[in-house]
């Protein structure tokens, strides 16, 4: 073997010093550069120093400090925990390891670090404040939980951003916050937190599943779908990210289903379709929406007009600006007469999109709301509006003699007044659907009052035509 002379054996405790002093020349460049707030270059001396002289707790501590500076927490907390291990009695060391812990969001492990602190030196006034925020992020985190748990996504956002005061580089809050955004439907801010996780950190799992769920609640389905296969890459055992991703797969399935139902006109097929997609995801608002809109349309379709306004009603409570819903209600309601109700829905049709066909349905409902506010002719006489000149001939003959006075002439004077009344109304009734254009006009809308439709105030009788009707009803004769 090698054979070594006495000052050659000595020559490694000779570098040694030599190493060190010349690290220590590193270490006060990078002093310099730290002082400038040259954090990179001061990190580049650190390291020399620390490549020559691996033994040395405080060119860690330094080189910690300077990634923090460089808000790369996560290898600043390894460079302080590997100086407290070379030093256990290194304050600074502890110190920067709980700031880290703190950084991170682990704030059990920040306390304990601040502990170590106050056993060193107990006079250190800055650890107490670190230890008061550490214990302000478990309670906020305690907070967050039962509100999750209580589906009070509101206070855990709130939660959420007062941990992240004193935890801002913990992706875990963030991610929390996201998802409880994206659960209240605010999904470009949900989606804008999980993309700068995703910046720093491709490969976070919990921010690929909070980009799946701002598409899947978006109707993106595909999409969200893509994210959520991608979180399961990432993260095989993302119970959450697999859930929304059968949850998903299973809502365009079953919605595709009764789309096609639909068109083939197998509309109770498709109603209970609609109704089974419905309840595979009560967090889907927007996709519901949609899903009870559709049961609307397939409700109208089946006559089922008050469960369609009521599905309708369902769409616009999850989603205020779905103009669709409003669409359908709107007809439902004019299909059920109910015109003031159509014509407050598409007034907000009409306010927010100015179409032609908007303002033509609006007008259209608006007449048909004027001309419920007059007599029904057609219901005095008991006919449908499609009646023939033979049909309402008849019903007028029949009303006129049901309702005629001397067939109650026995009657109380009460009595009397309301069937002479009623009487009136008939003949009135007859006198305008009996011709063809004063019948036009009723039907158009249009104002009758100067169409020889007044009251004679004088005797309460209708004038001209009404006048010889009454006269012929009044004939013994007719009476046969």
Known sequence: GLTYSKCEMQMPAVFSDLYCLEAEGFKEQGNAFYVKKDYAEAFNFYTKAIDLCPKNASYYGNRAATLMML???????????QAVRLDDTFMKGHMR???CHLLLGNAMAASRCFQKVQE???ENSQVQQELKSAESILE????AEISFEKRDFRMVVFCMDRALQSASACHRFKVLKAECLALLGRYPEAQSVASDILRMDSTNGDALYVRGLCLYYEDCIDKAVQFFVQALRMAPDHEKARLACRNAKALKAKKEEGNKAFKEGSYEEAYDLYSEALTIDPNNIKTNAKLYCNRATVGSKLNKLDQAIEDCTKAIKLDETYIKAYMRRAQCYMDTEQYEEAVRDYEKVYQTEKTKEHKSLLKNAQLELKKSKRKDYYKVLGVEKNATEDEI?????KRALMHHPDRHSGASAEVQK???????EVGEAFTVLSDPKKKSRYDSGHDLEDDDMNMDSSNGVIKNKMQFICALVYLPSFLV
Not at 140 to 143: A, D, N, S, W
Not at 393 to 397: H, I, L, N, S
């Open 71 to 81: 808000s790369r927490y996560r290898e600043a907390l390894e460079d302080s925990q």
């Open 97 to 99: 390891e709980g700031k």
């Open 120 to 122: 060193l030196e107990p």
């Open 140 to 143: 906020f985190e305690r907070l």
């Open 393 to 397: 001939k008849k019903a007028y003959r």
């Open 418 to 424: 309301e069937e002479e009344k009623k009487f009136k």
